[in-house]
């Protein structure tokens, strides 16, 4: 067997171990005073990692392993976005990860989320579900530690507890789809697959069943129940990794699989995921508008932004894929960026997330206030801001494809999220306050990280040559 | 020529800067930022200029069109796609001249005119913003980019105009300026898609088959963007909002409702002369009827007004109107053979920059000596305010066009373009020279002679301006007197050759008459303390002078128009039905959406059993689903 391609196609991978495996050693090798520059060091690694795969290396797709690991330039764009995405909610983590309590055990916080990160990776590139799976796993287990991260704190444990038995059931179901697929098409392999697929009732169950691991992992509705449970109880660096990387890595690896693995059973999908899109999106808001702790809140909101996502895969094309690494783009900046000013408003206050909290918060924290605001208005999708533009060619890629109703359903539902993001807006300009967050001033890694975000914000949108830059690549699909 | 790109990033950085820092930056920290960066700007401007008229002609005899910076922003598909970029041409070149000359010399102006005032900082971030966003447009490669400026410039001239506000007229100036240009904006985009949609492009100059194919179109689509000039040049019956503002800055007025902003209605037409005068000369000439009648109503109203701002503004909106009529008069794309009125024009744009400008300085300086606009606060300055005085008759015997100011060769030509497309034309716009030199005087002569305000002025002594404010004043008087030799048509002609300038002393001898006449009347009725001659006439034809007070209440006649019939009988019925209707939609969805969520909220309960039964139940139930289809 020819191994050559382990070191030009992975390239990926392979220097995300090293990243690994240098956080590791220094975990174990610095002392007391080297510790000190862990955070800046594990940056410093993440920025040359990403600065040395950010541009795909190949123009063409290319399968190693005999096929299980398969290269191509655009799943190389959606790993340098969440590797982006990383490097940000590290630069959020640090003033959580600096406290008394969580400050002896940072190395293992790297190491787990860099490991899921490494999952992630697999799962895009696989070419085979046996791989696919394992990719998952990495995701997802590591994944449970770090919302039990905290695990003296009730909450934090109970969040855990709750990922991983939720997790279990869902990985479970979807082994199981997988072994009908293997039982009647005797492949496992995403190439052979589409030949033996013939549409019969055991394959649509298997699709389903395969389908409910990845909405698991999307917090699709009705996978969704874990969601709100969860984000509330992890640490709040740990829920925007969640809400984020996570979901643009299962987002895109469900558009490919769906494209290419079923594409003889489009039309079962598609109607899959047309059901799944107006009860994500629907259901969502209607809890959303009821919520008043914020880390809940974002919880619907991601469900229902992942609804949205859903409308570039039901579309099924090469736009439809571009539109969709954009969106996870565009919404990785808004979220990170409502997270982040969440988190360190929680830092700084020991613990306040509710929104009566954020009243008045203008007249303390303008700073502050004027990011949420604008990365609220980013996720509502208004303009000039640059959720309104992934908003609009996610709904171009679906108008296009003839799914109009569908299209129409979700422009009511971005009306009714507008109602609760601007909830929180009005909590933080006009809502009294007798005894506001008081006025402080975040920390240098929180700030950068805060600003890169909202450089995404303002600027992603109205620079049409990142879309394009992806469309570039989309098209190799 | 790359750092072309510096004349727009500079002023933008400065804007960025000035607009975060804000207040934290002290007043005069601000203004020298400003300044030092327009300075910069002017600078790379000139130098711009100096090497690429500097570079010479190219084989065919023309200056060579530039690109130096392009880059496509947003692919159609197709040929379509908007690009942001630099382009330069002799008339790019020619307007970054004047605007970063006006522009600096405003800024420096600025900090004794401004001085003290709130908002001192504010108010250099947006002479910033207004000096990238009309370079920009100027330097626009394609109408889109053209367009993308020219909004901007609308912008920061709405939030100039409304700088002071706290002051109801200034807050309603600047939304009656913003909401009437951005009227005709709207025609100006229809145009744009209409030229986009049938030439396939929106650059200034499409290849020969695309325009083939819109042939039939191309009319409508230059109307519309007439259209859309005449609403920033303030072209009757688009002109009512730049008397208003007014109610801005005075050095403000000078810049952008003087010198630049409002001339961009002319640069457009310029801009876009070659598919005028190929496709359709019939709206060019439609053009000089618009230019011409609004000349006239301007110059007549001019001669009545009694606020000296009033009067500055009417007095530029009849001399756009010159401008106008000169590109409008144009036959064809030789200057020997009819295109000599866009040399006229380009000219007297840049020669009225600078004088204008200069007469708007020196009100500035006139009215921070009494504190007043009105006349009657006015009268025998010429003894507290001697630079003033001078540079002020400098600008008015410029705009009156007495040999050898700059006005007189920019309108001369004017004149003999006019007189070649028919005599009437000339006629008539040898009339409004010469009703322009009388109500200059009439201005000058109730300013600096006339029945001193003695009152006022024992009470507040009026003082010449400080150093900052004269030195800009001196400068522009300078370009005024010298200004008129400039060979200008070798730089800027209709069709890129050069042209050499010969004064047709018949016209010129008229004119000068003409304006000679003007000034002796204005001197005999306002000279004097006295002024029974000018009351009298008020008496006798007091019909006619309100009117002409009033502006012959075309401004009544929106309000009537706006009130009684748009929103009366369009806007009350589609407000009743937005109100009733649509957001009786909204309701309903957000009622549903409140009774749903109290229904279905038992199903977040946070047992982790239960979930494990939606998710098998929800997987199940979609397989039934897509079973059973």
């Given at each position: 067997?020819?191994?050559?391609?382990?070191?030009?196609?992975?390239?990926?991978?392979?220097?995300?171990?090293?990243?690994?495996?240098?956080?590791?050693?220094?975990?174990?090798?610095?002392?007391?005073?080297?510790?000190?520059?862990?955070?800046?060091?594990?940056?410093?690694?993440?920025?040359?990692?990403?600065?040395?795969?950010?541009?795909?290396?190949?123009?063409?797709?290319?399968?190693?392993?005999?096929?299980?690991?398969?290269?191509?330039?655009?799943?190389?764009?959606?790993?340098?976005?969440?590797?982006?995405?990383?490097?940000?909610?590290?630069?959020?983590?640090?003033?959580?990860?600096?406290?008394?309590?969580?400050?002896?055990?940072?190395?293992?916080?790297?190491?787990?989320?860099?490991?899921?990160?490494?999952?992630?990776?697999?799962?895009?590139?696989?070419?085979?579900?046996?791989?696919?799976?394992?990719?998952?796993?990495?995701?997802?287990?590591?994944?449970?530690?770090?919302?039990?991260?905290?695990?003296?704190?009730?909450?934090?444990?109970?969040?855990?507890?709750?990922?991983?038995?939720?997790?279990?059931?869902?990985?479970?179901?979807?082994?199981?789809?997988?072994?009908?697929?293997?039982?009647?098409?005797?492949?496992?392999?995403?190439?052979?697959?589409?030949?033996?697929?013939?549409?019969?009732?055991?394959?649509?169950?298997?699709?389903?069943?395969?389908?409910?691991?990845?909405?698991?992992?999307?917090?699709?509705?009705?996978?969704?129940?874990?969601?709100a449970?969860?984000?509330?109880?992890?640490?709040?660096?740990?829920?925007?990794y969640?809400?984020?990387?996570?979901?643009?890595?299962?987002?895109?690896?469900?558009?490919?699989?769906?494209?290419?693995?079923?594409?003889?059973?489009?039309?079962?999908?598609?109607?899959?995921?047309?059901?799944?899109?107006?009860?994500?999106?629907?259901?969502?808001?209607?809890?959303?508008?009821?919520?008043?702790?914020?880390?809940?809140?974002?919880?619907?909101s991601?469900?229902?932004?992942?609804?949205?996502?859903?409308l570039?895969?039901?579309?099924?094309?090469?736009?439809?894929?571009?539109?969709?690494?954009?969106?996870v783009?565009?919404?990785?900046?808004?979220?990170?960026?409502?997270?982040?000013?969440?988190?360190?408003?929680?830092?700084?206050?020991?613990?306040k997330?509710?929104?009566?909290?954020?009243?008045?918060?203008?007249?303390?924290?303008?700073?502050?206030?004027?990011?949420?605001?604008?990365?609220?208005?980013?996720?509502?999708?208004?303009?000039?801001?640059?959720?309104?533009?992934?908003?609009?060619?996610?709904?171009?890629?679906?108008?296009?494809?003839?799914?109009?109703?569908?299209?129409?359903?979700?422009?009511?539902?971005?009306?009714?999220?507008?109602?609760?993001?601007?909830?929180?807006?009005?909590?933080?300009?006009?809502?009294?306050?007798?005894?506001?967050?008081?006025?402080?001033?975040?920390?240098?890694?929180?700030?950068?990280?805060?600003?890169?975000?909202?450089a995404?914000?303002?600027?992603?949108?109205?620079?049409?040559?990142?879309?394009?830059?992806?469309?570039?690549?989309?098209?190799?699909? | 020529?790359?750092?072309?790109?510096?004349?727009?990033?500079?002023?933008?950085?400065?804007?960025?800067?000035?607009?975060?820092?804000?207040?934290?930056?002290?007043?005069?920290?601000?203004g020298?930022?400003?300044?030092?960066?327009?300075?910069?700007?002017?600078?790379?401007?000139?130098?711009?200029?100096?090497?690429?008229?500097?570079?010479?002609?190219?084989?065919?005899?023309?200056?060579?069109?530039?690109?130096?910076?392009?880059?496509?922003?947003?692919?159609?598909?197709?040929?379509?796609?908007?690009?942001l970029?630099?382009?330069?041409?002799?008339?790019?070149?020619?307007?970054?001249?004047?605007?970063?000359?006006?522009?600096?010399?405003?800024?420096?102006?600025?900090?004794?005119?401004?001085?003290?005032e709130?908002?001192?900082?504010?108010?250099?971030?947006?002479?910033?913003?207004?000096?990238?966003?009309?370079?920009?447009?100027?330097?626009?490669?394609?109408?889109?980019?053209?367009?993308i400026?020219?909004?901007?410039?609308?912008?920061?001239?709405?939030?100039?105009?409304?700088?002071?506000?706290?002051?109801?007229?200034?807050?309603?100036?600047?939304?009656?300026?913003?909401?009437?240009?951005?009227?005709?904006?709207?025609?100006?985009?229809?145009?744009?898609?209409?030229?986009?949609?049938?030439?396939?492009?929106?650059?200034?100059?499409?290849?020969?088959?695309?325009?083939?194919?819109?042939?039939?179109?191309?009319?409508?689509?230059?109307?519309?963007?007439?259209?859309?000039?005449?609403?920033?040049?303030a072209?009757?019956?688009?002109h009512?909002?730049?008397?208003?503002?007014?109610?801005?800055?005075?050095?403000?007025?000078?810049?952008?409702?003087?010198?630049?902003?409002?001339?961009?209605?002319?640069?457009?037409?310029?801009r876009?002369?070659?598919?005028?005068?190929?496709?359709?000369?019939?709206?060019?000439?439609?053009?000089?009827?618009?230019?011409?009648?609004t000349?006239l109503?301007?110059?007549?109203?001019?001669?009545?007004?009694?606020?000296?701002?009033?009067?500055?503004?009417?007095?530029?909106?009849?001399?756009?109107?010159?401008?106008?009529?000169?590109?409008?008069?144009?036959?064809?794309?030789?200057?020997?053979?009819?295109?000599?009125?866009?040399?006229?024009?380009?000219?007297?744009?840049?020669?009225?920059?600078?004088?204008k400008?200069?007469?708007?300085?020196?009100?500035?300086?006139?009215?921070?000596?009494?504190?007043?606009?009105?006349?009657?606060?006015?009268?025998?300055?010429?003894?507290?305010?001697?630079?003033?005085?001078?540079?002020?008759?400098?600008?008015?015997?410029?705009?009156?066009?007495?040999?050898?100011?700059?006005?007189?060769?920019?309108?001369?030509?004017?004149?003999?373009?006019?007189?070649?497309?028919s005599?009437?034309?000339?006629?008539?716009?040898?009339?409004?020279?010469g009703?322009?030199?009388?109500?200059?005087?009439?201005l000058?002569?109730?300013?600096?002679?006339?029945?001193?305000?003695?009152?006022?002025?024992?009470?507040?002594?009026?003082?010449?301006?400080?150093?900052?404010?004269?030195?800009?004043?001196?400068?522009?008087?300078?370009?005024?007197?010298?200004?008129?030799?400039?060979?200008?048509?070798?730089?800027?002609?209709?069709?890129?050759?050069?042209?050499?300038?010969?004064?047709?002393?018949?016209?010129?001898?008229?004119?000068?008459?003409?304006?000679?006449?003007?000034?002796?009347?204005?001197?005999w009725?306002?000279?004097?303390?006295?002024?029974?001659?000018?009351?009298?006439?008020?008496?006798?034809?007091s019909?006619?002078h309100?009117?002409?007070y009033?502006?012959?209440?075309?401004?009544?006649?929106?309000?009537?128009?706006?009130?009684?019939?748009?929103?009366?009988?369009?806007?009350?019925?589609?407000?009743?039905?937005?109100?009733?209707?649509?957001?009786?939609?909204?309701n309903?969805?957000?009622?549903?959406?409140?009774?749903?969520?109290?229904?279905?909220?038992?199903?977040?309960?946070?047992?982790?059993?239960?979930?494990?039964?939606?998710?098998?139940?929800?997987?199940?139930?979609?397989?039934?689903?897509?079973?059973?289809?």
């Amino acid at each position: 067997m020819d191994y050559s391609g382990i070191f030009t196609y992975m390239y990926s991978e392979i220097a995300l171990i090293g990243v690994i495996v240098a956080a590791l050693l220094y975990d174990l090798a610095a002392g007391e005073k080297g510790r000190r520059f862990f955070h800046h060091a594990v940056c410093v690694l993440m920025l040359l990692f990403i600065a040395g795969t950010v541009v795909p290396y190949h123009k063409e797709t290319a399968g190693i392993f005999g096929g299980m690991y398969i290269y191509s330039p655009v799943g190389s764009i959606v790993k340098s976005i969440l590797a982006i995405g990383t490097l940000i909610v590290f630069l959020q983590a640090e003033p959580w990860l600096r406290r008394e309590d969580t400050r002896f055990k940072r190395g293992e916080f790297y190491v787990l989320v860099l490991s899921t990160l490494l999952g992630m990776d697999f799962m895009i590139s696989a070419g085979h579900f046996m791989m696919f799976f394992l990719g998952l796993e990495l995701a997802s287990v590591p994944m449970a530690c770090l919302v039990a991260f905290d695990k003296y704190k009730g909450n934090s444990a109970e969040a855990g507890a709750k990922y991983i038995l939720s997790a279990l059931f869902a990985s479970g179901l979807m082994l199981y789809g997988i072994s009908f697929l293997y039982g009647t098409t005797g492949t496992l392999y995403f190439e052979d697959m589409p030949a033996g697929l013939t549409g019969s009732p055991l394959q649509i169950l298997s699709l389903v069943f395969f389908f409910v691991g990845l909405g698991f992992k999307l917090s699709l509705v009705p996978f969704h129940l874990w969601t709100a449970d969860t984000y509330q109880g992890a640490p709040t660096a740990v829920t925007s990794y969640l809400s984020v990387i996570s979901k643009g890595a299962a987002a895109f690896a469900l558009m490919v699989i769906l494209v290419k693995v079923f594409a003889p059973m489009t039309e079962y999908w598609q109607l899959m995921l047309y059901i799944v899109i107006v009860l994500s999106i629907t259901v969502a808001n209607i809890f959303a508008i009821r919520q008043k702790n914020l880390k809940r809140f974002l919880a619907f909101s991601s469900i229902s932004q992942a609804g949205y996502i859903m409308l570039a895969v039901i579309s099924g094309t090469p736009y439809g894929m571009t539109s969709l690494i954009f969106y996870v783009l565009v919404y990785m900046a808004a979220n990170l960026a409502a997270f982040g000013v969440i988190g360190t408003i929680e830092q700084h206050t020991h613990g306040k997330v509710s929104m009566d909290d954020y009243n008045g918060l203008y007249s303390t924290n303008p700073k502050l206030a004027v990011t949420m605001t604008l990365a609220l208005f980013s996720l509502a999708g208004i303009p000039p801001f640059a959720g309104f533009f992934s908003k609009f060619f996610i709904f171009a890629a679906a108008f296009e494809e003839g799914f109009h109703v569908l299209v129409f359903i979700a422009l009511i539902n971005t009306v009714i999220s507008l109602y609760y993001y601007l909830l929180v807006v009005k909590a933080m300009f006009i809502n009294r306050n007798d005894s506001p967050v008081a006025t402080f001033r975040s920390d240098g890694s929180t700030r950068l990280g805060l600003v890169l975000c909202l450089a995404g914000v303002l600027a992603l949108g109205i620079v049409s040559s990142i879309f394009d830059g992806i469309n570039l690549y989309a098209f190799g699909m | 020529m790359e750092y072309t790109i510096l004349i727009l990033l500079l002023p933008f950085l400065s804007f960025i800067l000035l607009g975060l820092l804000g207040t934290r930056l002290k007043p005069s920290v601000a203004g020298a930022a400003g300044t030092i960066v327009t300075g910069a700007v002017a600078i790379l401007c000139y130098w711009t200029a100096f090497s690429y008229f500097g570079a010479g002609r190219d084989a065919s005899g023309v200056f060579p069109t530039l690109i130096p910076w392009n880059t496509v922003w947003l692919p159609f598909g197709g040929s379509l796609h908007i690009d942001l970029g630099i382009l330069l041409d002799p008339i790019s070149v020619m307007m970054l001249i004047v605007i970063s000359t006006v522009s600096l010399m405003v800024h420096i102006y600025s900090f004794g005119y401004m001085k003290g005032e709130r908002g001192f900082q504010r108010y250099y971030a947006f002479l910033s913003l207004f000096t990238m966003s009309m370079l920009g447009l100027v330097l626009a490669t394609n109408i889109f980019q053209m367009y993308i400026f020219w909004e901007l410039v609308g912008v920061s001239s709405y939030l100039l105009i409304g700088f002071y506000y706290t002051k109801k007229e200034a807050v309603a100036a600047s939304k009656k300026a913003f909401i009437v240009t951005r009227f005709a904006d709207l025609g100006f985009l229809i145009g744009i898609l209409i030229y986009g949609f049938y030439t396939g492009t929106f650059s200034f100059t499409p290849d020969a088959p695309a325009l083939g194919a819109a042939k039939a179109l191309l009319p409508l689509a230059l109307g519309l963007m007439f259209i859309g000039g005449a609403g920033k040049s303030a072209m009757f019956p688009l002109h009512i909002w730049l008397p208003d503002a007014m109610e801005g800055p005075t050095p403000v007025s000078a810049l952008i409702h003087a010198a630049t902003m409002v001339v961009a209605g002319v640069y457009l037409v310029a801009r876009m002369f070659p598919l005028f005068i190929g496709y359709a000369p019939e709206v060019l000439h439609i053009t000089a009827y618009v230019g011409a009648f609004t000349a006239l109503y301007a110059a007549v109203v001019a001669c009545v007004q009694s606020d000296i701002k009033r009067v500055l503004a009417f007095s530029t909106i009849s001399q756009i109107g010159f401008m106008i009529v000169a590109l409008g008069v144009c036959t064809s794309a030789d200057p020997h053979e009819g295109g000599l009125g866009y040399m006229a024009s380009m000219f007297h744009l840049f020669t009225h920059a600078m004088f204008k400008a200069l007469l708007f300085l020196g009100a500035g300086c006139i009215i921070h000596a009494v504190h007043s606009n009105e006349m009657s606060a006015m009268g025998g300055l010429r003894k507290y305010m001697p630079v003033t005085h001078i540079t002020f008759l400098v600008a008015c015997l410029a705009i009156a066009g007495i040999w050898p100011l700059s006005g007189f060769f920019s309108k001369d030509e004017i004149l003999a373009a006019c007189f070649r497309f028919s005599p009437v034309m000339g006629g008539i716009m040898t009339f409004i020279a010469g009703l322009t030199a009388f109500y200059m005087f009439r201005l000058y002569y109730c300013i600096f002679w006339g029945n001193e305000n003695k009152e006022l002025h024992a009470e507040h002594r009026p003082h010449e301006a400080p150093y900052s404010m004269t030195i800009p004043l001196i400068f522009l008087a300078a370009v005024t007197l010298f200004a008129g030799w400039i060979p200008f048509g070798e730089f800027v002609s209709s069709n890129g050759q050069a042209y050499h300038i010969h004064i047709d002393w018949t016209v010129a001898g008229i004119s000068l008459c003409v304006a000679a006449a003007g000034i002796a009347l204005a001197t005999w009725m306002y000279l004097r303390e006295d002024r029974t001659v000018a009351d009298g006439l008020a008496v006798r034809f007091s019909g006619l002078h309100k009117a002409a007070y009033h502006r012959f209440y075309i401004d009544e006649i929106y309000q009537f128009i706006t009130h009684r019939i748009i929103f009366a009988c369009i806007s009350t019925p589609v407000a009743w039905f937005d109100r009733h209707v649509v957001d009786g939609f909204m309701n309903l969805l957000a009622l549903v959406t409140n009774k749903v969520s109290w229904l279905i909220k038992g199903i977040q309960s946070g047992n982790v059993q239960r979930y494990s039964i939606w998710v098998l139940g929800g997987a199940l139930g979609i397989a039934i689903v897509l079973l059973l289809i």
